[in-house]
């Protein structure tokens, strides 16, 4: 029987993101929080997953794109 590979985010990762919304407390996209943390664009819907599944961001639908603010 295979063994199924989760991955998990570095925590790095995951306070660099926080770290730049943080600073960005307006929301930014996925992409723009991804360039600004260093984080590949690969791996950011993951960390803000991980981040939103734990209620430390908010998601805001707006049109067909979606903004990432931190949680108040």
């Given at each position: 029987?295979?063994?199924?590979?989760?991955?998990?985010?570095?925590?790095?990762?995951i306070?660099?993101v926080k770290?730049?919304?943080?600073?960005?407390?307006?929301?930014?996209?996925?992409?723009?929080i991804?360039?600004?943390?260093?984080?590949?664009?690969?791996?950011?819907?993951?960390?803000?997953?991980?981040?939103?599944?734990?209620?430390?961001?908010?998601?805001?639908?707006?049109?067909?794109?979606?903004?990432?603010?931190?949680?108040?």
């Amino acid at each position: 029987m295979g063994r199924k590979c989760m991955w998990v985010p570095q925590v790095s990762e995951i306070e660099k993101v926080k770290e730049v919304l943080k600073q960005n407390p307006q929301g930014l996209s996925p992409a723009k929080i991804a360039e600004l943390a260093g984080v590949s664009k690969g791996k950011i819907a993951k960390v803000l997953k991980e981040l939103e599944d734990s209620g430390e961001v908010v998601v805001e639908v707006k049109g067909c794109r979606k903004v990432y603010k931190p949680k108040a």
